[in-house]
């Protein structure tokens, strides 16, 4: 039975969008007692082919990664246009955003999903894959990211 | 350095405050693909010894766990009187409540944590263990659960 489903996929991520990346990543480096990690901004619209609510967007995010063991920190500053980052920040300085998942066979966790009533909100890519954020948020509480592993 | 912080920890959990843990917890062993868990109410403040800002209370919880490999996933839903769990779903159906990680040295996190800016909002304790909430939500957007492992 697990195997329909995600809990057959691997947990790999817990996101937080962020107003202010420096301030939130030296907080949490603090926290964490590691280094500062370096914020990255993710690549324009024409390489990462964003859409969101099934429109092309040139939204953008600063990126920064904490590798907690078994599971990834990612902290999210939206840049630019309307995204879901931006939409989960609201007018929060930081907030929950998603839950990520590697996903082997993308096309039926996303059928799987939108079947139980969720709906796929922005996908993209980036240098060796991509994304699909899931909206579960009124399902789940909780909004998803697929990351196909292509297996 | 990592050893002088959370990263030297183990991060265990993440959880969700929800309205309505049969419902939530349905939806989530559906998106799953595993067995609805049951859910089960923690005990009473003499047992547990449950304090809230510094405050007995007779708060209590219905808890559900789903296990996703390297972390728990902890769907909470907040039972009577003022507690931390019931101020973080406010009014909303679901809300992310916290990440949690296994501690070595408690006390010695918690003077860390606190030296950082952060609060001890709720202590308690439950069958084989206790736990802390730190309110780091101002400083790095997500409530802190710190698991004393006695070692």
Known sequence: MADEGLAAETLCQ????????EKAAKAWAEALG???????????????????RGKPTEARARLAF???GPIILE?????????????GLGK?????????????DAER???RLQAQGMEVVQTGGFRGGRYVYVDARQRLGAMLE??????
Chains 1, 2 share one sequence.
């Open 66 to 68: 904490f590798n907690l």
């Open 92 to 104: 929060c300085d930081a907030a929950f955003h998603h839950v990520a998942f590697y996903v082997r």
């Open 146 to 151: 697929l990351l196909p592993t292509g297996r």
């Open 75 to 87: 902290l999210i500053e939206p840049v630019g246009e309307p995204s879901v980052w931006r939409d």
């Open 34 to 52: 590691v280094p500062v990690p370096e914020a990255r901004l993710t690549g324009p619209a024409e390489e990462t082919q964003i859409r969101c």
């Open 14 to 21: 817990v996101a937080l969008v962020v107003k202010d990346i």
């Open 109 to 111: 966790t996303i059928d």
